[in-house]
């Protein structure tokens, strides 16, 4: 069945490091992959998406790449900050459209001043 | 209001209630979601409306029953519940446009406690 893959788990960094969080996915076909951050005790909020015609897109701090030959995604987060603190999301699309995702099992991810 | 709204917050049930979650959203989207959160799965996609039809119900147990009267709301009605299906229900909306996908906006969710 199609499967999103998600790690680390867990990831602890120091405040200005940079953190990666990789995605593999199954269905070759997919091609949209949001990055959603859901932070405690709040709703997940789309941060950053990637579509399969490019392969690396930016918004400051944030970036995402895709590698379709390997079918992997990751989000890039530079100069992290306390409040980058929280749980990041990806996600691929289920077959059949209607705007279905599959998402990873979540990264939390913890900033130390 | 703006966004998408959940009522209740929280909700704590006996396996015998019945109860319903209400979702509203106020984007002037075509679809919306139902999801599951738990420690276990940490984002379990449930139901999908699109232009009020239900088009997955993702192998969901009948005890939840999903209903989308017009495009701005959704319900989940519950019954006979069973203490695994405490979590947090997610609701979201998007707008589905033929070129690919749209954001989706997730609510705060209702955190139901069965016991």
């Known amino acids: 069945g199609e499967n999103v893959e998600q790690h680390p788990s867990t990831l602890s960094v120091q405040e200005g490091d940079s953190a990666v969080i990789k995605c593999t996915y199954s269905d070759s076909a997919s091609n949209y992959f949001p990055w959603y951050k859901q932070e405690l005790g709040k709703r997940p909020q789309l941060i950053i998406d990637i579509r399969s015609n490019v392969g690396e897109k930016k918004d400051q701090r944030i970036a995402v790449t895709l590698n379709k030959t390997a079918k992997h995604f990751s989000l890039h987060i530079t100069e992290t900050q306390p409040e980058d603190s929280a749980v990041y999301f990806c996600?691929?699309?289920?077959?059949?459209?209607?705007?279905?995702?599959?998402f990873g099992a979540g990264t939390r991810l913890a900033v130390h001043p | 209001e703006t966004g998408v709204t959940q009522t209740p917050r929280h909700l704590v049930m006996g396996m015998t209630n019945k109860k319903s979650l209400k979702c509203e959203q106020h984007?002037?989207?075509?679809?919306m979601y139902w999801y599951k959160q738990s420690a276990k799965k940490p984002l379990e996609l449930m139901f999908v409306?699109?232009?009020?039809?239900?088009?997955e119900n993702n192998s969901v147990p009948s005890r939840f029953s999903p209903e989308c009267p017009n495009s701005s709301h959704l319900f989940l009605h519950l019954h006979t519940l069973q203490p695994e299906d405490s979590a947090l229900y997610l609701c979201a909306s998007s707008q589905e446009r033929g070129t690919g996908f749209g954001e989706q906006f997730f609510g705060p969710g209702t955190r139901l406690t069965v016991l």
């Open positions: 996600a691929a699309p289920l077959s059949g459209g209607y705007n279905k995702l599959i």
């Open positions: 409306y699109s232009l009020e039809e239900r088009v």
């Open positions: 984007l002037g989207h075509n679809a």
